[in-house]
């Protein structure tokens, strides 16, 4: 694996958490939200449904478990550079959230995504 794929495979994993759902709806019912699409109010035979937020696949979320396994090991400041920047931030606002230089952010991503590649 490149750096390039853990990108990829940060930014899917990052996907995919934003689809699950959220800890506060354990309640009964359907936790996934639909859109209620119709051409003519009054005609009630028009209505269609559709899912405006795909639950994911058992694939995906296998995918994703892997990638919390290779974040598990890391502190939480250097895996919260690894989810913003998966989550296609600029490195200046990286570099203002987390109160760092914006090219020592790069270096710290680009040497936490080497380490990663290189044990896996």
Not at 63 to 88: K, M, N, Q, Y
Request: proline letters at 6%; glycine letters at 4%; one cysteine or more.
């Amino acid at each position: 694996m490149t750096e390039a794929e853990f990108a990829a495979r940060m930014a899917e994993a990052l996907d995919v958490a934003k689809r699950l759902p959220s800890p506060r709806s354990q309640q009964p019912g359907n936790i996934f939200r639909f859109l209620v699409v119709s051409k003519d109010p009054d005609d009630a035979d028009e209505i269609e449904y559709r899912l405006t937020r795909l639950p994911p696949t058992a694939i995906e979320i296998a995918a994703f478990d892997e990638v919390i396994d290779w974040l598990c090991p890391l502190s939480v400041r250097l895996r919260g550079l690894l989810w913003l920047r998966a989550d296609a931030n600029s490195w200046r606002y990286i570099g203002r959230a987390m109160g760092l230089n914006h090219r020592y952010c790069q270096r710290l991503w680009r040497d936490t995504a080497r380490k990663i590649v290189e044990r896996d």
